[in-house]
């Protein structure tokens, strides 16, 4: 691929607008996009008719509406653009087609509210995101309602917490006087992820039906020389990336940076930030590009949270902020913080609205596979709380102390050697063991799940913050000078908060009794951290901001519940299958190959037979175990009653996962003793060190 020329060839993005649109039309379309001003639908007929003929220049025969229904995947029905005429066919898309779609809403879900909601549901463009062609199809970015209005996607409420937010800085921003046209929030979201061969990843009906090994016994050589992160990149995994790289660029995403990750087999792609609701979309396309990318090199690409046990999982962070379209960062401190009481309040507001609302922060980023990694000394605790560096935090103590401000001045580092070059001390160090952290002119939300779909925390994100704006907004309309009225608010609301800041070790053993103590929320699964949302006060920041209505709110917490059961169910399942079909057999012959060599010795005199009377002891004692733990789940499986989703749910988190953790342990115990040429599958050795 030739750069820069190439980039984004395959999306219909503002340049190309701009060459195949009416002048008039290309105006009133940037207008929607850029000022989100409402789309004027007479021009519709001519985008369309526009877009079609581009994509036909790029091969495509087919279109589709692309949306992202609440299943966190994304979802396409391709229609081509024929429509006959006479004995031919003519290509067509029509205003119509381009704006609405009508697919069958009733098989995705919905809640528990799918009876009011009725079968029809409606895909409507989202202008503000560009269409592009792929594999012969033009894709429009959509969002997803019901017939009665309801959205049953994650996109439209990502929306409407812009919306929010941008409605409530707007009114912070003029009590500055500072006018914009609109204020964007801004998303730059790292993924992490693992390769592996697709001749291992075939081997393993655990990763094939559950994305992650349900056994396996560590290999002898884990993360412990930490010598993968950051290290040189193996060929295959090089081409991998490459090819990676030119497949995101010609679909306009700004992959920026690629690198091996901490643990064996593990990397990580990081594109450069933009609007929200387009971070969304990239990001959703990028994990379908990573896999297919993957297979194309005889790799898998593997984007569970934890595919490998003893080893680090994988994550997002979630890199957030607010920009005007003038081109002020908000979380921007600037030289001066101390003087600067715009961004003060700002911080305020961010610290406000993350301590009130912990519980939906954390349940946004809940999931079966996160679950594995929140707490579990490689990503974050499960508890929420916020990082702010050296310089931030000395400046917050200030407030709330009332003690001098000393600023931390970046101070001139160098090596000692006088041929090489002066650097700058970053003042904003950093804390790889917060949840949130500020970064400079940012803050990273690090608990996100790497299959995530961003839009989550971002709905949440974007709401709780909008709620804090309202609220100072309120105040600060009634004040005669706006100054010290912000001021003396973010000095309230910083003393209110506190609890949430923490500056230290959040992996070390004194921080989760210290956050019990300032009564921080510590939600360890999904199935205690999601029911937050049925509680009165998140359902009203969401109702109040125009996120979600009540029923909607609730729906989404009924969805990840739901879905938190099906794939614990699902996991235990396949471990069955596994189990009976595969691992207890396959010891059971390895025994008898044991007790067959013993018998033989035995024939000949005064051959010692201990290894294998010991083996075949040990084992038999291992597969007893097994055969009863696997009982036990099953039995513990059948007795749920999955038609409550918060009794089946506390029975999967406080159940069933134990359960599969001591099945777990024995099978792990088994795999170690026997012969590998009787076990039935791939190693953890064998897979994370197999790609050359
Ligand atoms: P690091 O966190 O390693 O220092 P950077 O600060 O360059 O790296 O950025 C990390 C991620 O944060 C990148 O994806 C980057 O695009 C994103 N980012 C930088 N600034 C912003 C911003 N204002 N809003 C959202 N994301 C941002
Ligand atoms: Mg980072």
Known sequence: MKLPENFGENVFNDSVQKDTLPSEVYKALRATIEA?????????????????KWAISKGATHYTHWFQPLTGLTAEKHDSFIEPEGDHVIMRLTSKSLIVGEPDASSFPSGGSRATYMARGYTAWDPTSPAFVKEGTLYIPSIFVSYTGETLDKKAPLLKSMTALDKQAKRILKLFGIECKKVATTVGPEQEYFLITEEDYEQRKDLR????????????????LEDHYFGVLKPKVSEYMRDLDEQLWSFGILSKTKHNEVAPAQHEMAPIFTTSNISVDANMLTMEIMKKVAQKHGLVCLLHEKPFEGINGSGKHNNWSMSTDTGLNLLNPGKTPETNTLFKLVLAAVIKAVDDYQGILRASVASAGNDHRLGANEAPPAIISVYLGDQLGALVDSIVKGVDYVPVKTEKGSIGVPESPIFPKDATDRNRTSPFAFTGNKFEFRMLGSQANVADPNIVLNTIVADAFAQFA????????????????????????????????????EWEPEAAKRGLLNNKNTADAVPVFFEKKNIDVFVRNDVYTEQEAVARGEIALENYIKTINIEALTMLDM??????PAVSEYVSVLCATVAAKQA??????????ALAKKLSILNDSAYAAAETLEKDLAEIDKNDVKVASQAMA??????????????????????SDYWPYPSYSEMLYRVK
């Open 579 to 584: 189990v009976k079909q595969d691992i207890i």
């Open 36 to 52: 989100g001003k409402p789309l004027d639908t007479t021009i519709a007929g001519s985008v369309a008719s526009a877009m079609k």
């Open 474 to 509: 309120d105040e600060l309309e009634e004040a005669d000078d706006v100054e010290s009225a912000a001021a003396k608010i973010t000095e309230r609301e910083l003393k209110a908060h506190y609890r949430i800041i923490f500056n230290l070790d959040g992996y070390g053993p």
């Open 604 to 613: 000949c005199e005064g051959l010692s037979c201990t290894v294998e009377k």
């Open 654 to 675: 406080h159940t069933i996962v134990p359960d599969m953790e001591k099945l777990r342990s024995f099978v792990d115990q088994a795999e170690k003793l026997t012969s």
């Open 209 to 224: 039906l559950t994305g992650r090994t349900l056994f396996g016994a560590p290999a002898s050589r884990g993360q412990e």
